[in-house]
């Protein structure tokens, strides 16, 4: 199913299905295709594997995270089964000590609430505060899934409508292998 497979009802609508629509618009009108699957509300990976039926493609999860200080932000993209070392992702990335964002920032910069953290939030973060780090066997997969602003919908695409979403959106991402734990 295409873009075009998407939450029709809730198209032009206030909130969250709104945002769905206009994003489902945005990859459609840069000839992002995509496999759109909507599903029961997930907030967990254990949860996205129990209820969010199987596309081709590598799921992705997601940390949004800043420096001590608060002044560099960066959303982390990894694959389902990765556990992030905080530490020495912050180093390998020459940002020191890093921890979660909170909800308010997150909700600021990416548009989105906890649970429907995904690399298209980086639409909504039109003064590029966010940098993604992605990593490398993500970047290296041919297609993806991800939420698409909601975490009650998978939308699948291919590595190259990626690549096509972030330089629409102005976002350089850093692709190295994570650290893991």
Same mark, same amino acid.
């Given at each position: 199913?295409? @873009?075009? %497979?998407?939450?029709?009802? /809730? !198209?032009?609508?206030?909130? &969250?299905?709104? $945002?769905?629509?206009?994003?489902?618009?945005?990859?459609?009108?840069?000839?992002?295709?995509?496999?759109?699957?909507?599903?029961?509300?997930?907030?967990?990976?254990?949860?996205?594997?129990?209820?969010?039926?199987?596309?081709?493609?590598?799921?992705?999860?997601?940390?949004?995270?800043?420096?001590?200080?608060?002044?560099?932000?960066?959303?982390?993209?990894?694959?389902?089964?990765?556990?992030?070392?905080?530490? @020495?992702? %912050?180093?390998?990335?020459? /940002? !020191?000590?890093?921890?979660? &964002?909170?909800? $308010?920032?997150?909700?600021?910069?990416?548009?989105?609430?906890?649970?429907?953290?995904?690399?298209?939030?980086?639409?909504?973060?039109r003064d590029r505060?966010?940098?993604?780090?992605?990593?490398?066997?993500?970047?290296a997969a041919e297609?993806?899934?991800?939420?698409?602003?909601?975490?009650?919908?998978?939308?699948?695409?291919?590595?190259?409508?990626?690549?096509?979403?972030?330089?629409?959106?102005?976002?350089?991402?850093i692709v190295l292998?994570?650290? /893991?734990?």
């Open positions: 199913m295409s @873009a075009a %497979g998407g939450p029709e009802a /809730a !198209g032009g609508s206030d909130g &969250a299905a709104g $945002a769905e629509a206009e994003l489902l618009d945005f990859l459609r009108a840069r000839g992002i295709e995509v496999e759109y699957c909507a599903h029961p509300a997930v907030y967990t990976v254990e949860e996205a594997k129990r209820l969010v039926p199987m596309h081709a493609g590598t799921s992705c999860k997601n940390l949004f995270v800043q420096t001590k200080k608060g002044d560099r932000l960066f959303l982390v993209v990894i694959p389902y089964e990765k556990s992030v070392d905080l530490r @020495a992702l %912050g180093e390998a990335i020459g /940002a !020191g000590k890093l921890s979660l &964002a909170s909800p $308010a920032t997150l909700l600021d910069v990416l548009g989105v609430t906890p649970g429907a953290v995904s690399v298209f939030g980086l639409r909504n973060d505060r966010a940098t993604p780090v992605i990593d490398s066997a993500l970047w297609r993806l899934q991800a939420h698409p602003l909601v975490n009650t919908a998978t939308i699948a695409f291919s590595h190259a409508g990626l690549e096509t979403f972030l330089a629409a959106t102005g976002h350089e991402p292998d994570v650290p /893991a734990r």
